[in-house]
């Protein structure tokens, strides 16, 4: 571990007035330009104020580029360069390239930084300001001199920031744009910087196994942390928690073994060499089935597999929140996102939730013109990644209605449709309870809490588990019913006011007392609730169906009386 909280906040003071002379003064010849007048000129209403996002965004870039100047003196010493840099007659290669690999790890951490801190002020902004901006960095080199590398950075920046489109007027005209483009910029540079990184596979293990923390960003590598904003947040559950859908299972693991095989270097799957195997997914099922859950776990298996390959692996995610959430400009950065995977340089699962939604919201009346072009662009790119990919890419994609989708995608999903069922047998059903019961079982039997108190197989007055997972499978639960009956059982177990003394205790013995309190669960608890789940659910679907009913009669009334209207209209003519 970098000792990084002993190393930056006293380091960072300083360099901190170093970085803001400079980025006050900075000289691209013949001009002497200075971010933080620019940057109060955007908007010229009022020259003297700075909008908080403005602000922020200001400090961030001030706080990664101090962090800049912080990290490469730490490298320096980490990678022995002062000892280099004294024999340095006999070999200036090595220290060159260790310079050069302190510039890019410095300067990644920086990007990372800024583009982490400038996320949530971008998540915050109002929709329609939301911009994101073509950029490319290709140009801007990375130096053995910090210094060098510094100024390449900060003018290629600065030149963005005033560009002028060919009326003269600005490109960048709200603070929104400026916290946009700051957060592009620097989250590509730290994409680049990555990229370059492939070059240094000597020295990365230097970096690979440290902690850069700072302020809630963290920095591990070349990895960057910071969640992206389009990114449906995933539930952490794994294939280990899953019951049944025994075929998926097999066919996603397949799948997640042959991407794994992809080389980043030489862009070849030798797996796919060998014989081409399906990266286009489609998984159907009833709702809460576990389609949604088996993403969740093919992201956790293909992170952490490809953790310890050390390759790079990024999870794209699409929902049918597509149409309410990411239009226009987020539908746009999703497609950037598309064209990166071609690149090749990194394994990729894109994952489509619900698509019969997104591809039914193309018709749907709500969606503009011009969301409806952008919806229909996006397939396009999805569907393009489905027939080009190098063999980096898979796309799975879920519905609960496999006759709702059409289109080119579509065509090339139903190629490999797989059927999720779910929990399908009473032993299923026990064995999703004692997964989601886990912790309330006797420690002997895995658990912590005790309360859980339920016999394998049981009688008409006690059921067991074989009983309550008879039951689930006669009234056709799926295993969403399941999870949210087991949560509520843990609930009313831990239903109980706190007795004073528990805040005295610590350790094991705070949670031997606690144990003691929770109120067991026998298997007729379990099964009541399970009749409860089901009554419950019952008088929804009622209620829905009603709705639904209602709902159809009062427009199909509508349209009478409108054709009606009309036509009297016609007669009166
Ligand atoms: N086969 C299963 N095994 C274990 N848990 C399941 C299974 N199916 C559903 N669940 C539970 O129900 C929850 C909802 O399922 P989800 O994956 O969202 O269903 P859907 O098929 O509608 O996407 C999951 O988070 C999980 O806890
Ligand atoms: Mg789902």
Not at 423 to 450: C, N, S
Not at 496 to 503: K, L, S
């Given at each position: 571990m970098i000792d990084a909280e002993k190393l930056l906040p006293g380091d960072l003071a300083e360099h901190r007035k170093k970085v803001k002379d400079r980025l006050r003064n900075f000289r691209i010849d013949p001009l002497t330009l200075d971010l933080y007048r620019l940057v109060r000129e955007i908007d010229d209403q009022d020259p003297d104020l700075m909008s908080v996002e403005e602000t922020g965004t200001l400090l961030a870039i001030e706080e990664g580029l101090s962090a800049f100047f912080a990290l490469f003196g730490h490298l320096e010493n980490l990678l022995?360069?002062?000892?280099?840099?004294?024999?340095?007659?006999?070999?200036?290669?090595?220290?060159?390239?260790?310079?050069?690999?302190?510039?890019l790890h410095a300067l990644f951490a920086a990007a990372s930084i800024i583009a982490g801190k400038t996320a949530p002020i971008r998540e915050g902004l109002p929709r329609e300001e939301v911009r994101s901006w073509p950029l490319d960095l290709e140009s801007v080199e990375v130096d053995a001199n910090e210094i060098r590398t510094f100024n390449n950075v900060?003018?290629?920046?600065?030149?963005?920031?005033?560009?002028?489109?060919?009326?003269?007027?600005r490109v960048v005209t709200c603070s929104a744009d400026f916290v946009c483009l700051t957060h592009d910029f620097f989250r590509e540079m730290a994409e680049r910087c990555t990229r370059l990184s492939q070059s240094y596979l000597d020295l990365r293990p230097v970096v690979e196994n440290r902690h850069f923390l700072f302020d809630g960003v963290s920095v591990s590598g070349f990895t960057l942390q910071i969640?992206?904003?389009?990114?449906?947040?995933?539930?952490?559950?794994?294939?280990?928690?899953?019951?049944?859908n025994r075929e998926m299972k097999t066919s996603l693991l397949g799948v997640a073994d042959k991407i794994l095989l992809y080389d980043t270097r030489t862009r070849r799957n030798p797996a796919k060499e060998?014989?081409?195997?399906?990266?286009t997914i489609l998984l159907y099922g009833r709702p809460g089935t576990g389609k949604t859950m088996a993403i969740?776990?093919?992201?956790?298996?293909?992170?952490?597999?490809?953790?310890?390959?050390?390759?790079?692996?990024?999870?794209?995610?699409?929902?049918?929140?597509?149409?309410?959430?990411?239009?226009?400009?987020?539908?746009?950065?999703?497609?950037?996102?598309?064209?990166?995977?071609?690149?090749?340089?990194?394994?990729?699962?894109?994952?489509?939730?619900?698509?019969?939604?997104?591809?039914?919201?193309?018709?749907?009346?709500?969606?503009?013109?011009?969301?409806?072009?952008?919806?229909?662009?996006?397939?396009?790119?999805?569907?393009?990644?489905?027939?080009?990919?190098?063999?980096?890419?898979?796309?799975v994609a879920t519905t609960n209605d496999i006759k709702g989708i059409e289109g080119a995608l579509a065509e090339r999903l139903q190629e490999n449709?797989?059927?999720?069922?779910?929990?399908?047998?009473?032993?299923?059903?026990?064995?999703?309870?004692?997964?989601?019961?886990?912790?309330?079982?006797?420690?002997?039997?895995?658990?912590?809490?005790?309360?859980?108190?339920?016999?394998?197989?049981?009688?008409?007055?006690?059921?067991g588990w074989r009983e309550i997972g008879q039951a689930?499978?006669?009234?056709?639960?799926?295993?969403?019913?399941?999870k949210n009956i087991c949560k509520r059982l843990m609930t009313v177990a831990?239903?109980?006011?706190?007795?004073?003394?528990?805040?005295a205790l610590e350790g094991d013995q705070c949670v031997e007392r606690l144990r003691s309190l929770y109120r067991p669960i026998d298997g007729a608890a379990v099964l009541a609730e399970v009749e409860r789940y089901r009554t419950h659910s019952q008088a929804h679907e009622k209620a829905m169906r009603e709705e639904r009913i209602r709902s159809r009669k009062e427009s199909l009334i509508n349209e009478l009386r409108a054709s009606r209207l009309a036509q009297e209209e016609l007669r009166k003519e």
């Open positions: 022995e360069i002062p000892a280099l840099r004294a024999d340095a007659a006999r070999d200036r290669k090595l220290l060159e390239h260790r310079l050069t690999f302190a510039s900060v003018s290629r920046f600065l030149v963005d920031l005033c560009e002028k489109k060919p009326d003269r007027s969640e992206d904003p389009e990114s449906v947040a995933v539930s952490g559950e794994t294939f280990e928690q899953m019951v049944g060998l014989g081409d195997f399906a990266r969740s776990a093919l992201i956790h298996e293909l992170t952490a597999r490809a953790k310890k390959l050390d390759k790079p692996f990024r999870a794209v995610l699409i929902g049918s929140d597509v149409k309410d959430k990411y239009f226009g400009e987020s539908v746009k950065n999703l497609k950037r996102k598309l064209s990166e995977l071609e690149r090749g340089d990194r394994i990729c699962l894109v994952a489509i939730e619900d698509i019969d939604l997104m591809l039914a919201s193309r018709d749907d009346v709500n969606v503009n013109a011009a969301d409806k072009d952008l919806l229909h662009e996006l397939m396009n790119s999805l569907e393009g990644v489905a027939s080009r990919d190098l063999g980096n890419a898979a796309i449709p797989l059927e999720v069922r779910g929990p399908e047998t009473a032993e299923d059903f026990a064995a999703l309870f004692r997964i989601k019961l886990r912790r309330g079982f006797a420690p002997e039997d895995g658990g912590v809490g005790g309360y859980i108190r339920v016999p394998d197989k049981g009688s008409r007055r006690n059921p689930c499978l006669e009234y056709g639960f799926t295993g969403r019913p399941v831990g239903e109980f006011r706190m007795p004073e003394e528990v805040y």
